[in-house]
């Protein structure tokens, strides 16, 4: 029996796990659907992309995929070092803002891609993604719960794998412009292509056995927050916080370059953004304050699976 071509046994995941995400979280908000739109790409593929707006829980909620192939543009030619290329990439990509900020804003991301000669060839492939929790106002019980999940995912497949991905997503969703994290981590990998240790299908393994936590990872959290009681202020605190957000996503993410620099739907590459933002002029918040605690960990990556419980 011929083995299903890679591309293909994921592209079939991913549409499953979109379904699987979007009736947990639909369950969860309690009240609002996602209305879903399908797309083609002029140059080859297209995607499914679905957004929740204006839930009772969850102000904004997208969860896509995609699944494109043709020409590598020559801005991506130099930007993987190579010449005249084709290419296919897959993927899921989700954003999540609930109403109330005492509840986190989440993104994942898992995909594939392959590089082609002009002959057809393949000549690269490799797996991507991650999942990374951006809190504004700090419970170290969430804390911990989402890199217990995370752990959980990679000890299955290898004890190293979640100190160095952990440490990658510190890295990398990082403003660096501001010195502070986006939010405090969880797991970032990327380019993890077959070696003599793991083929292709291993990593297929370890990237769908991340995929399939996402939910054990985050819904707890946003039961245990989405009813708490908030302020005027704090939610001020939260669209300030979420100005930062943006600031990543538009200034230093790969994905959004991609995506631009490839002819992506402009509507499903920004539907990260979430829909109400502040940016007040040179905005800091009161020392000793919930808000300020939060910034203190945002410059100063935790260890959070190591900590002592303090349910909080």
Known sequence: MAQIPMKDQFF???QGLQ?????????????????????DRPEGGGGRT???????VLEKAGVNISGVHGDLPPAMQQYFGVGESQFYACGLSLVLHPRNPMAPTV???W????????SGNTIDSWFGGGQDLTPYYLFEEDAQHFHQVCKKACDAHDPTFYPAY????DQYFHNTHRGEARGIGGLFFDYL?????????????????????????????LNRRKDLPFT??????????????????????????????????????????????????????TPHTPEAALIEVLKNPVDWVALTPNRS
């Open 19 to 39: 379904d699987r995400i979007c009736a947990g979280l639909e369950a969860a908000d309690g009240q609002a659907r996602f209305r879903e739109d399908l797309w």
């Open 232 to 285: 005027p202020e704090q939610q001020t605190w939260q669209e300030i916080r979420r100005g930062r957000y943006v600031e990543f996503n538009l200034v230093h993410d790969k994905g959004t370059l991609f995506g631009l620099k490839t002819n992506g739907r402009i509507e499903s590459i920004l539907m990260s953004l979430p829909p109400r933002v502040q940016w007040v002029y040179d905005h800091h918040p």
């Open 166 to 169: 952990k440490q990658r997503c």
């Open 193 to 221: 292509k077959p070696t003599p240790e793991r083929d292709a299908q291993g990593w297929y393994d370890f990237v769908t056995e991340v995929g399939d936590s996402f939910l054990e990872a985050y819904v707890p959290i």
């Open 107 to 109: 993104h994942a991301n």
């Open 111 to 118: 995909r594939y891609f392959e590089l082609y000669d002009l």
């Open 50 to 56: 679905r957004v929740l707006e204006g839930g009772k």
């Open 12 to 14: 079939a995941y991913i």
